[in-house]
């Protein structure tokens, strides 16, 4: 049973251009959870997704961020026209369907941005 | 917003002491994790405790759940460089099951 999946591991983007981070949750997981990560620091929380919904996405910058979790595929996290604060790591965790409070989960080992 | 904090935010100590990371919230969780972060690598689970007042050990790592589910604790005894690290806890909140994060410990032991 293969872990969170997480690509690329590594991003190099110019300003301005878009970035585009896919994770793959864990194999019957539907809950999709997005952090950024400044070096030196705890997570952040960014966006949590469920198939198709988004459930909560108020740590998600308004502009330029956008995230989804399709019925089939990734989750993919864009970042349209990067800029230089925008360099940090990002990690995905994934969750099993929820049935009650015992959430645990579990996340890739991230992809981390540097914006040039 | 529910607040989950963590303290200290940073600790430095020498081989063998012992220490206690906080993990507190006005909010009541259903459950409240532990995580363990080394550079470059994700976080990883360490344990889970559901029960108010639950104790669990995992080798010189004792974790403790508040009474009220509101606050929760991680004791290391005779620490040692291994244990090096970001500790994050993290509380399961509201009908949404959501997770909530604390800031992050960073833990250095000095040989």
């Known amino acids: 049973n293969a872990g969170v999946m997480q690509n690329p591991r590594h991003l190099v983007r110019r300003r301005g251009q878009e970035a585009r981070l896919r994770c793959s949750p864990m194999?019957?997981?539907?809950?999709v959870y997005w952090y950024r990560q400044l070096p030196e620091e705890g997570l952040k929380f960014m966006v949590y997704?469920?198939?198709?919904?988004?459930?909560?996405e108020s740590g998600m910058p308004k502009e330029r961020f956008s995230a989804e979790f399709p019925k089939e595929g990734p989750s993919i996290l864009r970042i349209q026209q990067v800029v230089r604060g925008d360099s940090a790591a990002y990690f995905c965790?994934?969750?099993?369907?929820?049935?009650?409070?015992?959430?645990?989960?579990?996340f890739g080992q991230g992809t981390r941005l540097t914006v040039v | 917003t529910q607040l989950l904090e963590q303290s200290p935010q940073f600790l430095s100590i020498q081989e063998g002491e012992n220490l206690t990371v906080y993990c507190n919230s006005s909010?009541?969780?259903?459950?409240l994790q532990w995580y363990r972060q080394e550079p470059g690598e994700g976080p990883v689970l360490l344990v889970t405790?559901?029960?108010g007042g639950e104790v669990k050990k995992l080798k010189r790592l004792t974790f403790q759940f508040g009474d009220a589910r509101k606050d929760s604790s991680l004791h290391i005894t005779a620490a040692q460089p291994g244990d090096t690290g970001l500790y994050l806890c993290?509380?399961?909140?509201?009908?949404?099951?959501?997770?909530?994060w604390g800031a992050g410990t960073k833990l250095i032991i000095k040989p």
């Open positions: 997704l469920q198939k198709e919904n988004i459930i909560d």
């Open positions: 993290a509380g399961v909140y509201g009908s949404n099951y959501q997770l909530i």
């Open positions: 194999k019957g997981h539907s809950h």
């Open positions: 405790v559901v029960t």
């Open positions: 965790a994934s969750s099993p369907k929820i049935t009650g409070g015992n959430t645990e989960a579990f």
């Open positions: 909010s009541v969780f259903s459950s």
